[in-house]
């Protein structure tokens, strides 16, 4: 199944590796990941992802952990 999630994050260097890693621990899979710059406030970025999950279980604890990483501000399931 196929869901977007879309993440506001710090700026920071290793906040994508971050959340690759939490993907790849629980075997979800990426089909399609595009991050870009705030255009209105400085070291903010936009994450969407298209990641292929199991079913909406395995998204709702993904957002959840996701919500904990530092330099995540906000997350959400836009499906």
């Known amino acids: 199944m196929l869901r977007t999630i879309v993440a506001t994050v710090s700026s920071g260097s290793n906040v994508l590796i971050r959340m690759t890693a939490l ?6 899979r990426i089909e399609s990941l595009h991050m870009q710059r705030s255009n209105t406030q400085e070291n903010i ?8 999950v199991e079913n909406e279980r395995q998204t709702a604890r993904y957002v959840n952990q996701l ?3 530092v330099d995540v501000i906000s ?4 499906t």
């Not at 997350?75 to 836009?78: E, L, N, S």
């Open 23 to 28: 993907m790849a621990k629980s075997a979800i």
């Open 75 to 78: 997350v959400a399931d836009m």
């Open 45 to 52: 970025s936009r994450i969407s992802m298209l990641v292929d």
């Open 67 to 69: 919500d904990r990483l």
